[in-house]
């Protein structure tokens, strides 16, 4: 620990003024430096901090969470600003402190023990381990009174036996390295299956599944647009009406805390809105009803204003809290909206957006539109005021951080943006935010997981590279620009050679160049986000159907294989890979006139690719259309497919 006085702000981060500070005060994660003003000795994730617990022999206290994560501000003020707490930790045990953000590696690892130990799992995870870095128990947040209990068991515990805590870790560490490399029997895709069980837990009058907490999901969207519209279309719907979505300044909080989707964990994440933004272009694409075109433009607005970085790219996420309280940002009473707009259109205000006098959040209002039977677009020229005033009274903090992998997720959303509605603002979106990555983020063929304030992060994973790879097969599909397709298919290639288990199947969380931990996961499940998996599977399928490339054919067939059989378990937990399974029409286009191009709707489920192969000649001497589906080609036509 070292001393020095300091302000109650460091590089925008808030925190607490004490003369004390840890070695966090070094790192760039706006998370981890919001604890290096606390009495623990924080380590980041380094081995210096395992030789020391080794050297002192001392067990390891590993916490994860993330800068926008409630609860994780709880645990924080509760445990880790207490002198108690950390005098505790700081003489028995080392203590190391992730940004679960900036190594999702670290993070993917130690969650699944979390989950093993709980049943369940989330952040903060709270994990105890050996020098060695295997876990022997593990849980989440833990109010103080309890948690000073438990550092006192697992310290008599490592002092009176030892041996069992380390044979604890190995069993642990050695179930869940069997469970991640077993091989897999190959299997059909599970479809129907998927769908007949969402249909079970599917909730007819709100939407969603289950009850609550209700999570947007939207990766189960995509498939059910496609396979069991009325279910995604009520999802969409009835989410937008809630206060899950933004009604003053848009965009989507994390998850509802009730089946209604009226109150939010009011977090909001960039990649919760890149993906909701898509799943709403895709239903206005389908259907042609402008509430999804609205949505999806006010998503995207939100992402570029709130969430854009000036140097390019996005930032990842604003907090829940604003001075301490969770949602003080986002909450109204009726008379701070009379006293704005007037009396006649402060009451219409308020009663459109259900602001009352005795609320619906602790005495406050969460402006929503579940009461309305009827949308009034004429409401929207207040927001512009009422989003201002919001903003003068309390201030949300924004993780500045810049993910690789979330930042792929928004380029895909603003391409998907400009291939269905057409507006070329969404276009130089894309294209500014693709410069930005191969700028700050790429370096030939090796992709890195993100940068923050300035400094490039490590080697990416899995997902930094499937996401990466996904955007840019949507920017092809927007564009038809070849050069975006030759780049997919470039880091495909590398990522093949970096993550792909050639014997089972499926790919590693963690690459060849990636630091080696206990051991290294396939993800297969879609959490909040697809898995890397998942993403693959698309890729390869598209980029094989788009470049006919021998080299990626037997890895698709592998990656099908392990991916049905992965999702054999729990269908509707690979939403994503199930979509990406969907029959697609293959289209080859051969151009008359270039400007012809301009006249193509090229949609979601089609793989469309322009050529100037003689192989496929024009008919009638105009723009040719060579379309295959369901395993059979069709005679090359001047028209498109319906």
């Given amino acids: 620990m070292s001393n020095q006085i300091r302000k109650q702000y460091w590089k925008g981060v808030a925190v607490i003024s004490c003369e004390n500070f840890n070695r966090l005060i070094h790192e760039k994660s706006p998370y981890l430096l919001q604890h290096a003003y606390n009495p623990v000795d924080w380590y980041p994730w380094c081995q210096e901090a395992f030789k020391k617990a080794t050297r002192e022999n001392k067990p390891v206290f590993l916490s994860i969470g993330y800068s926008s994560c409630h609860w994780c501000h709880v645990m924080a003020k509760e445990s880790f600003e207490d002198e108690t707490v950390a005098g505790v930790l700081n003489k028995s045990f080392v203590s190391v402190k992730v940004d679960r ?32 870095q295997k876990p022997f128990f593990a849980g989440t947040y833990f109010p103080k009174a309890p948690f000073l209990d438990l550092l006192e ?101 994390r998850y509802s805390t009730d089946r209604f989707w009226l109150v939010p964990h009011f977090e909001k994440m960039l990649y919760d809105n890149a993906l909701l933004a898509t799943a709403y272009l895709m239903a206005f694409e389908q259907t042609g009803r402008e509430l999804y075109r609205t949505v999806a433009e006010k998503t995207l607005l939100y992402m570029e204003r709130d969430l854009g970085s000036p140097e390019g ?77 919001r903003k003068s009274r309390t201030s949300l903090r924004t993780d500045q951080k810049v993910l690789t992998s979330w930042n792929a997720l928004a380029l895909a959303a603003c391409a998907n943006a400009y291939r269905i509605i057409g507006k070329r603002a969404y276009l130089d979106t894309a294209l500014k935010t693709f410069g930005f990555m191969e700028r700050e983020v790429t370096d030939g063929d090796t992709v890195f997981c993100g940068v923050t304030d300035g400094v490039r992060g490590g080697v990416g994973f899995l997902d930094d590279y499937a996401f990466y790879i996904y955007a840019l097969i949507c920017l092809h599909q927007a564009t038809q620009d070849p050069a975006f397709l030759i780049r997919a298919q470039d880091l495909q290639i590398k990522a093949i050679s970096e993550y792909f288990d050639d014997q089972n199947g499926g790919f590693f969380f963690s690459g060849k160049s990636n630091e080696k931990l206990i051991f290294n996961p396939k993800e297969t499940y879609d959490g909040a986000i697809p898995s890397g998996n998942s993403v693959m599977a698309y890729n390869l399928a598209r980029l094989y159907a788009l470049t006919n490339a021998d080299a990626l054919y037997p890895v698709l067939k592998k990656q099908e294989a392990f991916m049905n059989a992965a999702s054999a378990g729990y269908p509707p937990g690979n939403g994503f890979f199930l979509y ?48 295959c589906s369901g395993g059979a080609c069709l005679p090359p036509s001047n028209k498109l497919p319906e």
């Fill in 101 to 132: 953000e900036e190594r999702p590696d670290i993070d993917n690892i130690y969650m699944r023990v979390c989950q093993t130990f709980t049943g369940g799992g989330g952040w903060p995870t709270s994990v105890f381990m050996t020098p060695d």
């Fill in 313 to 389: 790219g996005f930032f990842s996420a604003q907090d829940a809290d604003s001075d301490g309280e969770e949602g003080k940002y986002y909450v109204f009473k009726p008379e701070e909206l009379t006293a704005l707009l007037g009396e006649a259109e402060g009451r219409r205000f308020n009663a459109y957006f259900g602001i009352t006098q005795n609320g619906n959040f602790e005495g406050y209002s969460i402006p929503n539109l579940i009461n309305n039977s009827s949308m009034d677009d004429s409401v929207d020229k207040f927001l512009p005021k009422v989003y201002e005033y």
């Fill in 153 to 253: 068991v697992i310290r008599e515990k490592w002092a009176e036996d030892k041996q069992a805590l380390l044979n604890q870790g190995n069993q642990i560490t050695e179930t869940l390295t069997h469970s991640t490399h077993s091989p897999q029997t190959p299997q059909t895709a599970p479809i129907k299956a998927a769908v007949s069980a969402l249909k079970e837990t599917f909730d007819n009058e709100f939407g969603g599944f289950g009850r609550a907490p209700k999570f947007p999901t939207p990766h189960i969207l995509y498939l059910l647009l496609k396979t069991a519209p009325d279910m995604a279309e009520k999802t969409l719907i009835q989410m937008y009406k809630g206060g899950i979505f933004d009604q003053i300044g848009f965009g989507f909080s």
């Fill in 580 to 627: 990406s399974m969907l029959p697609a029409a293959e289209i080859v286009c051969v151009l008359k006139e270039q400007s012809d191009l301009s006249k193509v709707k090229i949609k979601s489920d089609w793989i469309f690719k322009v050529t100037k192969d003689r192989a496929y000649p024009l008919l009638n001497g105009e723009t040719t259309y060579y379309v």
